[in-house]
């Protein structure tokens, strides 16, 4: 399995090739976009980690809306004193599709071939209570 960890807008998503996912806000227009701080990148078993980030690696993305997040309301409440305060915050979000992780350093691996060995010298002990 093939993933990686990006970080954009002071947070860290673990993303994978065809995740949609939410971010913060994004300053672009419709089309491609790509994410250069890549914190740790994961490909069958081997594993890249960042000093503070992965100079090779950069996820390829495609943007496909920019939007308002669902409402949340916070209350604020003193007993005994009639205190109320009530506002609302809806986060902008950006809604992007994760295309394609790339990597120099870390390869396609062969798949491992299990060996048998059939070697009559080896014979099995069993202990006695």
Same mark, same amino acid.
């Given at each position: 399995?093939?993933?990686?960890?990006?970080?954009?807008?002071?947070?860290?998503?673990?993303?994978?090739?065809?995740?949609?996912?939410?971010?913060?806000?994004?300053?672009?227009?419709?089309?491609?976009?790509?994410?250069?701080?890549? %914190?740790?990148? &994961?490909?069958?078993?081997?594993? #890249?980690?960042? /000093?503070?980030?992965?100079?090779?690696? *950069? $996820?390829?993305? @495609?943007?496909?809306?920019?939007?308002?997040?669902?409402?949340?309301?916070?209350?604020?409440?003193k007993?005994?004193?009639?205190?109320?305060?009530?506002?609302?915050?809806?986060?902008? %979000?950006?809604? &992007?599709?994760?295309?394609?992780? #790339?990597?120099? /350093?870390?390869?396609?691996?062969?798949? *491992? $071939?299990e060996? @048998?060995?059939?070697?009559?010298?080896?014979?099995?002990?069993?202990?006695?209570?």
């Amino acid at each position: 399995m093939k993933y990686a960890v990006i970080k954009t807008g002071g947070k860290q998503y673990k993303v994978s090739e065809g995740d949609v996912i939410e971010v913060d806000k994004l300053d672009v227009k419709e089309g491609p976009l790509t994410f250069d701080n890549v %914190l740790l990148l &994961v490909n069958e078993g081997n594993v #890249e980690v960042g /000093k503070p980030f992965v100079e090779s690696a *950069k $996820v390829s993305a @495609k943007l496909l809306e920019q939007k308002k997040g669902d409402k949340v309301r916070v209350a604020k409440f003193k007993s005994k004193v009639r205190y109320r305060r009530v506002t609302g915050f809806r986060a902008l %979000l950006s809604k &992007v599709q994760i295309e394609k992780i #790339e990597s120099s /350093k870390i390869k396609e691996t062969p798949k *491992k $071939v299990e060996e @048998k060995t059939d070697n009559p010298k080896v014979k099995k002990v069993s202990k006695k209570a």
